[in-house]
Structure formats: structure tokens, C-alpha cells
């Protein structure tokens, strides 16, 4: 729900990592490297986050922040398929936008009268 590519999966672990630190965009993208993150996305991440209250933002640095125990949670889960299975992780991000596209190409199949 809160992860919409392995951009965000990574940067989003990359905060949970040291949760008393506040990066800066300019951190973030250095640490995310050699993946390669530019600023409109981790600044579009970074403020998708805040709005589910996974990161508090002021000014131009971040830090994680989970605002319940349950995104807590969540996000400790995340970090454990991601080292422990991370073509699972993908698949499981990628595949809700597989099945709209999917959808959407059935839409338009010819079918015999």
C-alpha cells in the first residue's frame, strides 16, 4: 500500500536503518547509490511517507518515524523479505500494476460471436 516501487522499498529501509538520523535528499540519494535515485522521486517518496506517517519531514531533511506500532511493524517485515527474499519483494510490488495492465489489455480482446 505504501510502496509503490523498489525505489521507495530501499529508501524507506535505508531511513528504518538508523532510525535517529535525519538525511537530507542530498544524503538519501548519496547513500541509495549505486542505485540510481533523483531527487523529484525521493522528494515524491519522502512526501508520499510522510502523508502515511512513516517519516517526519522539516525542511529539507527526513528521518523515519513510524507513527503506530503497526507501521513498525510493517516496515521491520519489509526489511526482512528484502534481505531474505528480494525477487519475492519485487514480484510482490510490481504485480498489483501487472494486473491493471493485464485488465486493461483484456478490455480490448476480441471475442467470437
Do not use: Q, W
Not at 548519496?30 to 515524491?44: F, H, K, S, V
Not at 502515511?52 to 519531514?57: E, I, Q, R, S
Not at 527474499?85 to 471475442?111: C, E, G, H, N, Q
Amino acid at each position: 500500500e505504501y510502496i509503490s516501487s523498489v525505489d521507495a522499498a530501499e529508501l524507506l529501509i535505508l531511513l528504518a536503518r538508523d532510525a535517529e538520523r535525519r538525511y537530507t535528499i542530498v544524503e538519501l540519494i548519496d547513500a541509495m547509490r549505486p542505485t540510481m535515485l533523483n531527487e523529484a522521486a525521493a522528494r515524491r517518496h519522502l512526501a508520499h511517507f510522510e502523508t502515511h506517517g512513516l517519516v517526519t519531514c522539516a525542511g529539507d531533511a527526513c528521518r523515519y518515524s513510524p507513527a503506530t506500532p503497526a507501521l513498525e511493524s510493517a516496515v521491520r517485515a519489509l526489511t526482512k523479505v528484502y534481505n531474505e527474499r528480494p525477487v519475492t519483494l519485487v514480484r510482490m510490488i510490481y504485480a498489483p500494476k501487472d494486473d491493471k495492465i493485464r485488465s486493461f489489455a483484456d478490455a480490448f480482446r476480441l471475442k467470437k460471436p
